[in-house]
C-alpha cells in the first residue's frame, strides 16, 4: 500500500506560480513511477507531468517550458512547480503513484488538491 498526500494547492493570479507537494509513505520501494495528473470542472482527468525510477520525465504539452517535476527521494516527496500559471490551469490537481509487484501493477492516487488561476 502507498498513501499519498498532496498540499500546496491555492489561488494565483495569471501569472503566477504555485508549487504542490506529494508526499508518498508505506511501500515506498515498490513505487516505480510518480506523477501529477489535473481533472477540471466537466472534464477528464489528463497527466500533467511524470518521472520514473530512470529519472525519465514526461509533460503534457500544455505545461511544457512552465511546469517541472522535481523529487526529493530523502522526503519521499514530489513536487509540481508551477509558474507562468494561466486560468486554463485551473483544476483540481492529484498525485499518482504507480507500483510494481511481479507482473502486477497498482495505481494509487491522494486527496487532490485545488488550484485556481484568477484575478
Known amino acids: 500500500q502507498v498513501q499519498l498526500v498532496e498540499s500546496g494547492g491555492g489561488l494565483v493570479q495569471p501569472g503566477g506560480s504555485l508549487r504542490l507537494s506529494c508526499a508518498a509513505s508505506?511501500?515506498?520501494?515498490?513505487?516505480?513511477?510518480i506523477g501529477w495528473y489535473r481533472q477540471a470542472p466537466g472534464k477528464q482527468r489528463d497527466s500533467v507531468a511524470t518521472?520514473?525510477?530512470?529519472?525519465?520525465?514526461n509533460y503534457a504539452d500544455s505545461v511544457k517550458g512552465r511546469f517541472t517535476i522535481p523529487r526529493d527521494n530523502a522526503k519521499n516527496t514530489v513536487y509540481l512547480q508551477m509558474t507562468s500559471l494561466q486560468p486554463e490551469d485551473t483544476a483540481v490537481y492529484y498525485c499518482?503513484?504507480?507500483?510494481?509487484?511481479?507482473?502486477?501493477?497498482?495505481?494509487?492516487w491522494g486527496q487532490g488538491t485545488q488550484v485556481t488561476v484568477s484575478s
Open positions: 508505506g511501500s515506498i520501494r515498490s513505487i516505480y513511477a
Open positions: 518521472s520514473n525510477n530512470n529519472n525519465n520525465t
Open positions: 499518482n503513484a504507480l507500483t510494481m509487484r511481479g507482473s502486477s501493477v497498482m495505481a494509487y
